[in-house]
Nanobody, 124 residues
Framework: QVQLVESGGGLVQAGGSLRLSCAAS????????MGWFRQAPGKERDFVAA????????YYADSVKGRFTISGDNAKNTVYLQMNSLKPEDTAVYYC?????????????????WGQGTQVTVSS
């Protein structure tokens, strides 16, 4: 059974930074595409960023490109999301997800495993 546990969320002022972590257990980290999604109240779950199995490719939503960076540490079985220059519109619950599929996808329902989420709140 694959388990994903997020951490690192919190309250930060606009312009600040946070680093989210997603610790994976029950599978080899490099066997999955790992993604981050977010969901604000009353809105759909949106793609934020993803990293390929090899770690050689990364993908970002236009809204976070240049501000967020996804990375992985295979030795620790952990994926990170470094978030800089945060804006109030980044406020959401952030979820880590793992996809067994070969091709990259931004579609939430195609991801097979999900963490419980961590709240990120950016004050203006």
């Amino acid at each position: 059974q694959v388990q994903l546990v997020e951490s690192g969320g919190g309250l930060v002022q606009a312009g600040g930074s946070l680093r989210l972590s997603c610790a994976a257990s029950g599978h080899t980290f490099s066997s999955y595409t790992m993604g981050w999604f977010r969901q604000a109240p009353g809105k759909e779950r949106d793609f934020v960023a993803a990293i390929s199995r090899s770690g050689g490719s990364t993908y970002y939503a236009d809204s976070v490109k240049g501000r967020f960076t996804i990375s992985g540490d295979n030795a620790k079985n952990t994926v990170y999301l470094q978030m800089n220059s945060l804006k109030p519109e980044d406020t959401a619950v952030y979820y880590c997800a793992a996809d067994r599929g070969v091709l990259f996808t931004r579609t939430p329902w195609k991801y097979d495993y999900w963490g419980q989420g961590t709240q990120v709140t950016v004050s203006s």
